[in-house]
Nanobody
């Protein structure tokens, strides 16, 4: 069992930055691929970014590529999402998720085994 707790969300102006964190319980964090997803009101949950267990592979959606960076610190059992040049359309609840498999880094939410409770990100002037 893995428990995930996101933090770092909030209100930011367009063009600003935020860094989300997701802390995981357990001693085998490096065995999990990690992903970030988001869901805006009235919309389906969508993939944002993913990273493999070692951090050697990363993937991004086209909508955030070049603006967001996913990273992880396995010693701290934490995955991060650095979000720069934020736009109003980035407004959503952001969720982190864990997928068993050290080489895994899927863009499909159906591949993930554990989910956090989400953190709200609002981009508005």
């Amino acid at each position: 069992q893995v428990q995930l707790v996101e933090s770092g969300g909030g209100l930011v102006q367009p063009g600003g930055s935020l860094r989300l964190s997701c802390a995981a319980s357990g001693r085998t964090f490096s065995m999990y691929g990690m992903g970030w997803f988001r869901q805006a009101p009235g919309k389906e949950r969508e993939f944002v970014a993913a990273i493999s267990g070692s951090g050697s592979r990363t993937y991004y959606s086209d909508s955030v590529k070049g603006r967001f960076t996913i990273s992880r610190d396995n010693a701290k059992n934490t995955v991060y999402l650095q979000m720069n040049s934020l736009k109003p359309e980035d407004t959503a609840v952001y969720y982190c998720a864990a997928q068993l498999g050290r080489y895994s880094a899927s863009n499909s939410d159906r591949s993930y085994d554990y989910w956090g409770q989400g953190t709200q990100v609002t981009v508005s002037s």
